[in-house]
C-alpha cells in the first residue's frame, strides 16, 4: 500500500527523485523532498499539492548528519510517524583515474557513500522501534558492472548494494521488518551527466545516453512497485534500463 505512507524522497529537484515523488503524491502518499535546491523542491511540493497531492521539502545536503535528521524530524512532525525513505542522492563526475580529479573523487565518497549512511543513520531507530520501515536505495549498473571511468562511482554503487544487503539480512535477523531495496539503473536521462567535468568523459556518455536513455518515470514505476507490496514481503533487487541497452 502506497496510500497514507510518510515517505523522503532525497535528491527529489530532479530526475528520479523528483520523478518518484511525483508518481508516489499521485498514488495517496505523504511526501516529503528533500535536495539542496529548495526552490526546485517548494517548485515541485506546489504542484503536487495543486493537483491534490501532499507534499513538504526541506533543503538537505546528504553528506551533514544534522540535515538527515532534520528532515526525518520534520516528517515525523507534519505527519507523524515516517514509513519509508528512498536514499537517491547522487552525483556521478565520472573520468579516468589518471585525469586525478580527487576532489571528485572524495564528493562521489561523501554524497553517495556518506549520504547513504546519514539517511539510514537517521530513519534506523525509528524503524527499529516501530518494528516496520521501507529503506530504498538508488545503486546503479556501475554497481554491477566495472567500466573505466567509473572506477569510484562504481565503487560507491558496489557500496550501497553490499550495505542494503547486509540491512536486509540483519532487519530479517532481527525481526524488526524492516524493508530493504536496492535498484540498479542503467541510462536514465536527467540531469546526472551535468555532474561531468572531465570533457572527453561527458561527450562519450552523453553520446550512450542519447542512443538509449529512457525516462525517469521507468525508475519511479520500481520504487513504486516496491513499497505498494504487502509488509511481509521485501523486493531485494531491481536492475532496470533501456531495452535496446547492452549495458
Ligand atoms: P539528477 O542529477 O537529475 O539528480 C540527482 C539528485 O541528487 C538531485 O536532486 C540533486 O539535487 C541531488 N543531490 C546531489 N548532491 C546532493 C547532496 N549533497 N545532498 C542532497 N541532494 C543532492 O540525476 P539522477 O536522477 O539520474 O540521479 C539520482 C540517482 O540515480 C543518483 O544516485 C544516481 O547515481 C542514480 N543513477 C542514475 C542513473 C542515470 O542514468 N541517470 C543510472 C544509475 C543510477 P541538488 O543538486 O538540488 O542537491
Do not use: C
Not at 121 to 137: C, M, R
Amino acid at each position: 500500500m502506497i496510500e497514507d505512507k510518510v515517505i523522503i524522497v532525497t535528491g527529489a529537484s530532479s530526475g528520479i527523485g523528483e520523478a518518484t515523488a511525483r508518481l508516489l503524491a499521485r498514488q495517496g502518499a505523504n511526501i516529503v523532498l528533500g535536495a539542496r535546491r529548495d526552490d526546485k523542491l517548494k517548485q515541485i511540493a506546489v504542484e503536487i499539492e495543486t493537483n491534490g497531492g501532499r507534499a513538504i521539502y526541506r533543503q538537505l545536503d546528504v553528506t551533514s548528519q544534522a540535515d538527515n535528521d532534520a528532515i526525518v524530524k520534520l516528517a515525523k512532525d507534519t505527519f507523524g510517524r515516517i514509513d519509508a525513505i528512498f536514499l537517491n542522492a547522487g552525483l556521478m563526475p565520472n573520468s579516468p583515474l589518471s585525469a586525478m580529479r580527487t576532489h571528485e573523487w572524495h564528493q562521489m565518497v561523501d554524497v553517495n557513500i556518506k549520504g547513504v549512511l546519514n539517511g539510514v543513520a537517521a530513519v534506523l531507530p525509528a524503524f527499529t522501534e516501530q518494528k516496520s520501515g521501507h529503506v530504498i536505495a538508488n545503486s546503479s549498473v556501475a554497481g554491477l558492472k566495472a567500466y573505466p571511468g567509473g572506477a569510484v562511482y562504481g565503487g560507491t554503487k558496489w557500496f550501497v548494494k553490499d550495505f542494503m544487503e547486509v540491512l536486509r539480512m540483519e532487519a530479517a535477523q532481527e525481526g524488526t521488518n524492516i524493508r530493504a531495496t536496492t535498484i540498479y539503473p542503467a541510462a536514465i536521462n536527467t540531469e546526472l551527466l551535468g555532474t561531468i567535468s572531465h570533457a572527453g568523459m561527458a561527450d562519450a556518455m552523453q553520446k550512450t545516453y542519447d542512443k538509449y536513455g529512457i525516462a525517469p518515470e521507468r525508475i519511479a514505476n520500481v520504487v513504486a512497485f516496491a513499497i505498494d507490496q504487502p509488509e511481509d514481503t521485501t523486493i531485494n533487487e531491481f536492475t532496470v534500463g533501456p531495452a535496446n541497452q547492452p549495458w
